[in-house]
């Protein structure tokens, strides 16, 4: 069955500290692949997103994101965040349009001072 | 550049109510979308509209209708509100509904039913 998983249901990282969020996903065929960011209040924004080439994709505010095929994982990095970075963070797989888009379950992150 | 526009942003439904949740977007785009939000759960699509003039099923209908009403506009209606849709519901956009587009969401509707 076609699955996306974010493993860390809330992270807490310093202002300054780098920062990793993780996304697993179980597909039939290489997906779409995305990250978006959903800040208190607001709707979803994408942040960055992977459909073939490099594997390293480079996305808005600072965020880039890394397709393993071998580890089936895409996940979500920042070298140094912002107390700005506060929000949720959803990943989301597709194949061929966007009904059949999968989100991920969300990753909570807080920026302490 | 308004976007995607949902109105009610807050509302409070007792059990067995109607109401319908609206959607506007701006971007001339073929495509529009309803999805719930339920935490631990990510998003999920209840209909979809890949273009003006046809609305399909998405992973959870059931209690739902949709009216593509232009191409501007897609609305979601509840027509006897239960408790298990209390939920925030998000309305989105894209230009076509295949995958090198970008969808543009709006701000949500947080919806109570009591």
């Known amino acids: 069955a076609q699955s996306v998983t974010q493993p860390d249901i809330h992270i807490t990282v310093s202002e300054g500290a780098s920062l990793e969020l993780r996304c697993n996903y179980s597909?039939?065929?290489?997906?779409?692949l995305f990250w978006y960011v959903q800040s208190p209040g607001q709707g979803l924004q994408l942040l960055l997103k992977?459909?073939?080439?490099?594997?390293l994709v480079q996305g808005i505010k600072g965020f880039e994101a890394e397709f393993k095929r071998s580890q089936s994982s895409f996940n979500l990095r920042k070298p140094s965040v912002h107390w700005s970075d506060a929000a949720e963070y959803f990943c989301?797989?597709?194949?061929?349009?966007?009904?059949?888009?999968?989100f991920g379950p969300g990753t909570s992150l807080s920026v302490i001072p | 550049n308004a976007g995607v526009t949902q109105t009610p942003k807050f509302q409070v439904l007792k059990t067995g109510q109607s109401m319908t949740l609206q959607c506007a977007q701006d971007?001339?785009?073929?495509?529009m979308y309803w999805y719930r939000q339920d935490p631990g759960m990510g998003l999920r699509l209840i209909y979809y509209?890949?273009?003006?003039?046809?609305?399909d099923k998405g992973e959870v209908p059931n209690g739902y209708n949709v009216s593509r009403l232009n191409k501007r506009e897609f609305s979601l209606r509840l027509e006897s509100a239960a408790p298990s849709q209390t939920s925030v519901y998000f309305c989105?956009?894209?230009?076509?509904?295949?995958?090198?587009?970008?969808?543009?969401f709006g701000q949500g509707t947080r919806l109570t039913v009591v």
């Open positions: 509209s890949a273009s003006e003039g046809t609305t």
């Open positions: 992977y459909f073939s080439g490099d594997t």
């Open positions: 989301a797989v597709g194949a061929t349009s966007y009904d059949k888009v999968i």
């Open positions: 971007m001339n785009h073929n495509s």
């Open positions: 989105a956009s894209s230009e076509i509904l295949g995958m090198n587009t970008e969808a543009f």
């Open positions: 597909y039939g065929a290489t997906p779409y």
